[in-house]
């Protein structure tokens, strides 16, 4: 299988078939400006010292400082973090945001540490690199498994470090540390916003059945915002199991039960079943929210969605794609249907630097006026190019880079 940033540079070479870019900028947009590894040291609790590994890829920054956010998994490592921040450099750009992209990460599993050693961990990542980040230079901010609480420890630790005190060098924080009302929900509301956009142009109908595997942090906000909206979540997964009723599921008693057992699994509202069968779910939307390489060659042909819109990074590979194309399943790609997590984050990074707290209506407001003008442009722009909405959010995309690059 293809790494994910194999299959970046798949996209970008598919997209620049249709539109004609100069061969230097070419090169130049293919590679990122730095990539950094660092060593995290972290006493344990029981008088050990562990040592992490950490990254940073700063991939360009011709719209802007570096924006990314920071992962914490087990499989983490450079390569994936390489092509997260080539995708975000593409996402700001279609949100037409004034940042570039970056992204960070640390190799290591959480849930196996104790919240002393989470935060020794977080304020080291932070030690590390507080020379390469800052409010105009990168952007760090929350990704899988990395929370409020720990964006405003590494916040914390810069201000030490610094004597910044503005909390502008990162995003995703408490609201108490000077986070922005909507940020915690802003990746879904984002997608909601571009499905709202885009639902009549994809022929949906008022009264859309919707799967959702990942019942994590962007799963859990799309199934909430989706419902609410009159539409019927149908299935969902988490990490070891799915559930399903074709009469729609109970989110909120399904976000209790999780709570209460760590899991959807047994969930009395549904039927539980194999998580790796929820993708094969018979649906009008398929919500992606996990991880990346998700919808492949081996599995493509057993969707039963009428649209794949992708809260989750990188979740189709490119092969896939085009057979979901030839059978007429359009996928709303993720630097354009997950942009509203950056899109927030930006707008949190503007009121610390101005000093202002934005109430959530004025948020939201904005964000609703950017994704439905993004998904508008890209999905007319697909239409003369008699090509997909990914093919069609990179070439806008490049060409917004572009134009930077040359100024």
């Known amino acids: ?18 539109v004609s870019f100069p061969a230097d900028f070419l090169k130049r947009i293919a590679q990122p400006n730095r990539q950094i590894r660092v060593s995290l040291p972290v006493n344990m609790d029981n008088g050990t010292l562990n040592i992490y590994e950490g990254y940073r890829v700063q991939f360009n920054n011709a719209r802007g400082p570096y924006k990314g956010g920071i992962r ?9 973090v390489k092509a997260l ?12 945001i004034p940042m570039g992209g970056g992204k960070g ?58 004597g910044d005190t503005t909390g502008a060098v990162i ?4 609201l108490e540390a000077g986070g922005s009302q909507g940020r915690a929900t802003a990746t879904a509301q984002g997608g909601f916003y571009v499905f709202e956009a885009l639902k009549e142009k994809l022929g949906l109908p008022e009264v859309c059945k919707v799967v959702i595997q990942g019942f994590g942090n962007a799963g859990e906000h799309a199934a ?37 057992t760590g899991s959807v699994a047994g969930f009395a509202g549904g039927e539980t079943f194999e998580r790796d069968e929820l993708l094969y779910q ?11 390489n998700q919808i492949r060659e081996d599995n493509v042909d ?5 649209i794949v819109l992708e809260l989750a990074n990188g979740p189709t590979t490119p092969e896939a794609d085009d057979r979901l194309f030839a059978r007429g399943i359009a996928v709303i790609p993720d630097i354009l249907a997950n942009a509203g997590g950056v899109t927030v984050s930006t707008f949190e990074w503007e009121q610390n630097v101005k000093h202002e707290h934005w109430s959530e209506e004025d948020v939201f407001a904005k964000l609703k006026s950017i994704m439905h003008q993004e998904a508008q442009l890209i999905f007319h722009r697909s239409q003369d190019l008699h090509t997909d909405l990914r093919r069609a959010a990179f070439v806008i995309a490049l060409e917004r880079l572009e134009q930077a690059m040359k100024i």
């Open 85 to 96: 921040a080539f995708w975000m450099t593409l996402k700001c750009a279609v949100a037409n």
């Open 105 to 162: 990460g640390v190799t290591v599993n959480p849930k196996e540490l104790s919240e002393t050693e989470l935060e020794a961990l977080s304020r080291a990542w932070m030690r590390s690199l507080v020379d390469v980040v800052g409010p105009q230079k990168d952007v760090p901010a929350p990704d899988v498994n990395t929370t409020p609480e720990i964006m405003a420890w590494m916040a914390d630790e810069y201000a030490k470090r610094t």
């Open 72 to 80: 914490f998994h087990q499989d983490t490592d450079m390569e994936e």
């Open 224 to 260: 909430d915002i989706w419902t609410k909206a009159g539409h019927k979540l149908v299935a969902t997964s988490d990490s070891k199991a799915a559930i399903r009723n074709p009469e729609g599921l109970d989110v909120l008693a399904l976000y209790e039960h999780k709570k209460a």
């Open 302 to 306: 057993r969707l039963r969605a009428h």
């Open 1 to 18: 299988m293809n790494t994910p940033f194999q299959n970046a540079l798949s996209q970008l070479e598919r997209a620049t078939k249709l």
């Open 171 to 174: 995003t995703g924080k408490p």
């Open 282 to 292: 018979e649906c009008d939307v398929l919500i992606p929210a996990a991880l990346e």
